[in-house]
């Protein structure tokens, strides 16, 4: 049973989330746990990283302790109304200790050198935002 779950596991960070998972099996017809597998991932994700209908998370990164900048794959077919309207979601689930949030969207597959679809920005001064090109 670990075998398989950590097979799942390891699948489910591949397709979707690259951070630490905490997996719990419980037993047949029953609220108890038979099992709970803590998997470390590749990237540092010690926070709570919004959940997005589409594409998934392919970098984080927290230089400093109130900034976080995230790197998401995105399907080509979707809009750029729902980019911004998703990135503004996203944003908004970050508490106010971060005082600067940066998202960008790349097409799927994801590589570093792809321009951006999206490019996003929430700090003091409000968001700004620019699209086909990295900032």
């Known amino acids: 049973m670990e075998e398989k779950t950590r097979d ?14 905490t997996a ?13 597998l803590d998997i470390a991932g590749d990237i540092n994700a010690d926070i709570v990283l919004p959940i997005i209908p589409f594409g998934r998370i392919e970098e984080v990164i927290r ?13 080509k ?10 990135a503004r979601q996203i ?6 200790s971060y005082q600067r949030v ?3 969207f790349k097409d799927a597959p994801y590589t570093k050198e792809k321009p951006c679809r999206l490019w996003f920005l929430e700090d003091a001064n409000g968001e700004n935002f620019k699209l086909n090109q990295c900032e």
Not at 66 to 74: G, H, R
């Open 24 to 36: 719990r099996v419980l037993k047949p017809g029953s609220d108890e746990e038979y099992l709970t």
């Open 8 to 21: 799942l596991v390891k699948q489910y960070q591949k397709d979707v989330y690259k951070g630490q998972v």
């Open 63 to 75: 230089d400093n302790p109130s900034e976080i900048k995230l790197s998401y794959s995105a399907p």
């Open 77 to 86: 077919d979707i809009p750029d109304e729902r980019l911004i309207s998703t």
């Open 102 to 104: 940066e998202i960008t």
């Open 91 to 96: 944003s908004a689930k970050f508490p106010i």
